[in-house]
């Protein structure tokens, strides 16, 4: 669907094509978007114990309808990708924005685990061809030097999700019922589609886009590295966020009013990772991947700890949602590496992090279920950041080599 080089704002085709303002509003459009995928991703996550009271399962089980969202992304994102390489991106963007608002509000009317299940996984299908495509949109628009910001304020919509979407969306399932929540986000994905069609220029498909050359990703060593570092060196965010609730109710005390508030310290945490570790990759994009692998280890190592106490594991809720860091840095390496294939190689990268998701909450379920402790969350996500780290230094090591 795209070319392999992305023109930048700066080019003669692009300068004055584009105005300040109307390269914010694009932002804004992709923004909301990506503020529905990130409120309807993550609400469950709150809501885990109600949704397990009223499906009859215990929450390790109820953890099911976050990995069958995480796989839906997984799944979908590679197959919608390559399906939409001929697609002008604009009515790609809406469709699958609309794919998301019928699976969302089906998730709050379906009876029973199983159906609940099956609609979490379909609502995650379109999730990782939106921020893929949305990524390479706003590089496109971006100025100079300035592409990893760019995607960065994509992705701040996802981050501004846990601030502000996430928290609203609980409260509303606490008061009207969990399941209340998908339809808030339903509603903002309908908003997206409307300000998609009004504010994204409309970009067509070079004349020789085409599924097969979208596949042409998959032949890069450098490619599948870059995703393995964030399927399993993100996952540690995901073990440890998926079951905060439980864990700080459990070990630190925390009343049930007071988990919007420790959700938002998460968002507080992922929109200043957003914001300054996008910027950190426009300057030192290879240092940035590393060093935030390092740090997410550290913060996940230190929960183990301060989860027993209410004040220090709330903050330190705050410090684990920095991770998300990693996000727009490894999105820019992505494009680096993916040749002709970005299309396909920017939706993968959302497939490495929902599977990262799926992963962390796994795993994380696992040590819960064979009596480890509410707290063995953290080791497991300290052990899946140290794995992130050991693929990203044979990743420095096999581009070294190979140039």
Known sequence: ??????????????????????????????????????????????????AARELNVSIPTAGHLISSYAMGVVIGAPVLAVLGARMQRRQLLMALMLLYAIGNFASAVVPGYANMVLMRFFSGLPHGTYFGVAALVAAHLAPPGRRAQAVGYVMLGLTIATLVG?????????WLGWRAAFALVGAIAVLAVALVWRWIPALPAPADASPWRELGALRSKQVW???????????????????????????????????????????????????????????????????????SGAVLLLFC???????????NVLLVGTAVALGPALQIRLMDVAGEAQTLAAALNHSAFNLANALGAWLGGITISMGLGWESTGWVGMLLALGGLAIFGFACADKKRHG
């Open 166 to 174: 996430v928290p609203l969306a609980a409260g509303l399932g606490q």
């Open 1 to 50: 669907m795209d070319s392999p080089v992305i023109p930048s704002s700066s080019s003669p085709a692009c300068a004055g094509s584009t105005s300040d303002r109307s390269f914010l509003k694009a932002l804004l459009a992709l923004g909301v978007g990506g503020f529905s995928i990130g409120t309807g991703e993550f609400v469950i996550m709150g809501l885990l114990p109600d």
């Open 305 to 315: 700890f301060t989860s027993h106490y209410l004040w220090l594991g709330s903050f």
């Open 225 to 295: 590295l870059t995703l393995g570092i964030a399927a399993i060196g993100f996952g540690g965010m995901f073990s440890v966020f998926s079951y905060v609730k439980p864990t700080l109710m459990n070990l630190a005390g925390l009343p049930e009013q007071g988990v919007p508030f420790v959700l938002a310290l998460f968002g507080v945490g992922m929109v200043a990772g957003n914001l300054v570790g996008s910027r950190l990759a426009d300057k030192a994009l290879m240092p940035t991947i590393g060093g935030m692998l390092v740090w």
